[in-house]
């Protein structure tokens, strides 16, 4: 196995990415982005499992682009909407063009450490809210990776057919803890259990016949 770049939010799905690329040799680079996200204790998250994974991992802080990234409910002070993904106004949880700058910076970081590829963790259940988890835009930007440097880099998302509950049970399968991930998109100290994010993650765990071992908010 070579060398991949994993952008690693510190969220589940991710956090399963990053066990998968070592669970299957590869050696890993992680690579986090602040954002301006409210709910940065998801890199907080990151530091941690890295660091006791002893993963090299980098915090990239793009802040300065938020003026230029409105509009999301992730990033302004825009109450973030509840209910489940396929609902209409979940689309207020979209920052525009996320991934693909996200992408162009771990593709130049790919380039950098003569990285194979970059991995990152889009999956099924985002393909009706966030285009650029969408498989189209999944091959067009491998195919712009691939051309843009004199070093072809591949861009891989291995969970895009998958939704999340067979991702956690995938993770579970490496025996994965998950009370190291965070995923609401509300910074508080407690999960808030009732956003888009919460609700999906919950069901995951359902799905999988077990409780989700983090503390909710709303359920007490």
């Known amino acids: 196995m070579g060398t991949v770049v994993v952008i690693y939010s510190g969220g589940m799905d991710s956090y399963t990415l990053l066990h998968k690329a070592l669970h299957e040799g590869w050696e890993v680079h992680a690579l986090s982005f602040d954002y301006g996200q409210r709910h940065s204790r998801e890199l907080?998250?990151?530091?941690?499992?890295?660091?006791?994974?002893?993963?090299?991992?980098?915090?990239?802080?793009?802040?300065?682009?938020?003026?230029?990234?409105?509009?999301?409910?992730?990033?302004d002070e825009v109450d973030v909407p509840e209910g489940h993904y396929e609902e209409s106004n979940m689309k207020a949880t979209v920052v525009p063009n996320r991934n693909m700058i996200l992408l162009s910076l771990a593709i130049g970081q790919a380039v950098s450490l003569e990285a194979e590829a970059v991995w990152y963790g889009a999956h099924g259940g985002d393909h009706a809210i966030y285009p650029d988890c969408r498989p189209a835009f999944i091959e067009r930007m491998d195919q712009l990776a691939r051309v843009a440097n004199y070093q072809p880099v591949r861009v891989e998302a291995p969970f895009m057919q998958m939704s999340k509950g067979e991702i956690l049970a995938e993770g579970l399968s490496m025996g994965l803890d998950y009370r190291a991930t965070w995923t609401c998109y509300n910074g508080r100290e407690q999960a808030c259990g009732r956003c888009g994010a919460c609700v999906e993650r919950l069901e995951a765990f359902?799905?999988?016949?077990?409780?989700?071992?983090?503390?909710?908010?709303?359920?007490?």
Do not use: F, M, W
């Open 44 to 75: 907080d998250c990151a530091r941690e499992v890295c660091r006791k994974l002893a993963v090299p991992h980098q915090v990239v802080d793009i802040g300065s682009i938020q003026s230029l990234l409105g509009g999301s409910a992730l990033t």
């Open 206 to 220: 359902s799905l999988n016949g077990l409780s989700d071992p983090l503390s909710y908010k709303e359920l007490g």
